[in-house]
């Protein structure tokens, strides 16, 4: 069966195209440097926003149009695999990503749980035997079942602690099985909502163990995928303990966990925790941590995560920069963690949306290559720390610096002099390398 009957498999057209079927900036096969597009952006596909999300709210029930709706439990599961796998052709998407209830619904217990698993996974692996698309990574999802109400690894019930293991267990099976190159921890409800009745340090020492039985087991089976901690600092829980980049590598510094992690990024993560995308990209990336990309954005009038495809060519150009200079994502990749408005219920918006963002990160991908090339932001960047590479600068940077000689050295300098930050020429220049990829 055919589910997406109208739309063709989705090619580059170029800028002038009026196709709304087509690409017209993401040309997978077009070098950019040394790699092609395809291989600098390992696009993915969020198997739970695409083939699960049904459009509903906090105040509103679901209102998507999909043409599985008439089905349920597991027939609804198989006929999603099935779409799934359509709509990663037609879309030509190197990777995808889900959690274990995305792919198949939660049994009666546990066993059922697992058995149902067992089912959509056959079924995956054999359409994967045939599709260019392969798992970037899976995750288990232990926030939506209220049996999470106080958390998993971070709980206050060993019982519930266990069923949490369980889960990651078997996602850790599915993931080696399916050849997933990253293994994702979000902890949507690892925090607390008060200090009232909650013990922080055992729920975080708890986690750490956690954590720490999750690397011993995918070392056990021969599961060599990447590990990634996705941080978010509040929403459902009003505070979690992988706030944001900065606090999920002390956490992992503190637990000896650092050299089997690194950061999954959300840009809608980022803004909720004050931060810009290229912030949390660029402190995890200074700190040889940045791993793969949950790629979105928020609304700035909004204050929750609203989770829209990335439009904004600004934001995508910088985010770029920072992959690029990062040496680009190595076994992560950009995972479309986005969702369709509500207004966008038809089936092809969703081919819309993705076709949006696509074109938006490869818009972002051209430019920031070509700054960096041209050595734009680096060239200044060097200049205005120019100080602190000869005199007392370089003493400073070298360790041989002290108080008494800077003291010293300070009451001989006379009249202090400092450069302006040519912000707002940075800006304007940047604009100028984006008008410019239009222009061509």
Not at 42 to 63: E, I, K, L, M
Not at 100 to 125: F, R, S, W
Not at 277 to 301: I, Y
Not at 376 to 394: C, H, M, P, Q, W
Request: aromatic letters at 12%; a negative charge; proline letters at 3%.
């Amino acid at each position: 069966m055919a589910f997406f009957e109208n739309v063709n498999r989705i090619k580059y057209e170029g800028a002038e195209s009026t196709n709304p079927f087509a690409f017209k900036y993401y040309h997978p096969e077009e070098k950019i440097g040394d790699k092609t597009m395809e291989e600098h952006l390992r696009f993915a596909v969020a198997y739970w926003h695409t083939f699960t999300g049904d459009g509903s709210d906090p105040f509103g029930d679901g209102n998507m149009v999909r043409p599985w709706d008439h089905l349920k439990g597991m027939d609804l599961a198989k006929a999603r695999v099935e779409a799934a796998f359509e709509f990663f052709e037609k879309l030509n998407v190197p990777y995808f990503c889900f959690h274990d209830i995305d792919i198949a619904p939660e049994g009666e217990d546990l066993k059922g749980t697992l058995q149902n698993l067992d089912t959509i996974v056959d079924m995956i692996e054999k359409y994967m035997k045939t599709s260019k698309t392969k798992l970037l990574w899976n995750t288990a999802n232990m926030f939506t079942h209220p049996r999470f109400v106080h958390g998993a690894a971070t709980t206050n019930n060993a019982d519930v602690y266990a069923h949490a293991a369980a889960k990651v267990k078997k996602g850790l099976e599915i993931g080696k099985r399916l050849g997933g190159q990253n293994y994702v921890f979000w902890g949507g409800r690892e925090g607390y909502e008060t200090l009232l009745n909650t013990d922080m340090k055992l729920e975080q020492d708890n986690l750490a163990r956690f954590l720490h039985m999750a690397v011993d087991y995918a070392k056990e089976i021969g599961f060599d995928a990447q590990f990634l901690i996705e941080p978010k600092p509040k929403e459902p829980t009003k505070h979690q303990y992988d706030y944001d980049v900065a606090t999920a590598l002390s956490f992992l510094q503190k637990y000896d966990l650092q050299n089997h992690f690194k950061i999954n990024i959300e840009a809608n993560h980022a803004t909720l925790a004050g931060h810009t995308f290229e912030h949390e990209l660029r402190t995890a990336r200074m700190n040889g941590m940045l791993g793969s990309v949950d790629a979105n954005q928020g609304d700035t009038l909004l204050g929750w995560d609203t989770d829209e495809f990335p439009t904004d060519l600004y934001s995508t150009t910088l985010a770029m920069y920072e992959i690029l200079k990062n040496g680009g994502l190595e076994r992560g990749g950009l995972n479309f963690d986005a969702k369709v408005r509500r207004g966008s219920f038809e089936p092809d918006d969703l081919f819309h949306a993705h076709i949006a963002g696509m074109d938006s990160f490869a818009v972002g991908l051209r430019v920031a290559h070509r700054l960096i090339e041209d050595r734009v932001l680096d060239d200044f960047i060097e200049k205005r720390y120019a100080s602190f590479t000869d005199g007392i600068g370089k003493d400073i940077v070298e360790g041989k610096a002290d108080f008494h000689s800077l003291e010293k050295y300070a009451l001989g300098i006379g009249k202090i002099k400092n450069q302006s930050g040519r912000l707002e020429k940075i800006k304007a220049t940047i604009n100028q390398y984006l008008l410019q990829e239009f222009s061509k």
